[in-house]
């Protein structure tokens, strides 16, 4: 059995998580914050936007600003002779931009769920907005925030409209779980695809006992 589609799954799924984290987190913090409700819901809109997407369509963009004739991927194949599209990189970047909705919704409603007299308390104290930040609403909300984290995970790890898009299905490279499953179908493999099909539903049987685990707990 070949292992490789697990292998670039997790570590496809790690990388984006680690970078969606605290992108989702940052992100949610400064549209929580905001006050104008006409850009606060136009920013939160775009940021929404590839959650309700379909992925094919998120990879079309994805391929078009990044791809071989795209500006981002021309320019880093002229300057650093680094190539993204169909790449292990695309693979990390199209799990990162369908996951990333998940972590900031669910970071976001965390974070507007604190009680605002904590926060106003402090402030009172004369304590900064970044340490108000760090030391009160995000232990408060870190519950929502780690159960947002396991889902942009789960997300991750399952995602495959955008990644055949931008990756494409490169055996050892960048086909992950859905793809492998995808290929041994078509293939007419249905053992294979079996087995590939068991690994993901125990992966996902662990994330959601891990979200249940988390959204469970109290601040």
């Not at 998120?58 to 194949?77: C, D, E, N, T």
């Not at 760090?134 to 519950?143: E, F, G, T």
């Amino acid at each position: 059995m070949d292992l490789s589609p697990v292998l670039v799954s997790c570590k496809t799924a790690s990388v984006s998580i680690a970078v969606t984290f605290f992108i989702g987190l940052f992100a949610a913090a400064w549209v929580a914050g905001m006050r104008n409700r006409f850009w606060k819901m136009a920013l939160d809109g775009i940021l929404t936007l590839p959650l309700v997407l379909p992925p094919t369509v998120a990879g079309f963009f994805l391929l078009y600003v990044f791809g071989l004739r795209g500006p981002i991927g021309i320019f880093f194949i002229r300057f650093f002779s680094v190539k993204i599209a169909f790449s292990w990189g695309a693979t990390v970047l199209a799990a990162l931009v369908i996951s990333f909705p998940l972590m900031y919704r669910s970071a976001r409603g965390a974070l507007e769920q604190v009680e605002p007299e904590l926060i106003y308390a402090a402030r009172t104290l004369g304590i900064s907005e970044a340490r108000i930040f760090w030391k009160i609403r995000l232990p408060c909300a870190m519950p929502g925030v780690a159960g947002g984290a396991v889902l942009a995970f789960a997300r991750g790890l399952g995602e495959f409209g955008a990644t055949a898009m931008i990756a494409g299905n490169i055996a050892g490279r960048t086909r992950t779980l859905p793809l492998a499953i995808y290929s041994e179908t078509a293939a007419g493999n249905m053992d294979m695809a079996g087995r590939y099909v068991l690994i993901i539903v125990l992966f996902s049987f662990i994330i959601v006992a891990l979200m249940n685990y988390f959204t469970g707990k109290k601040p």
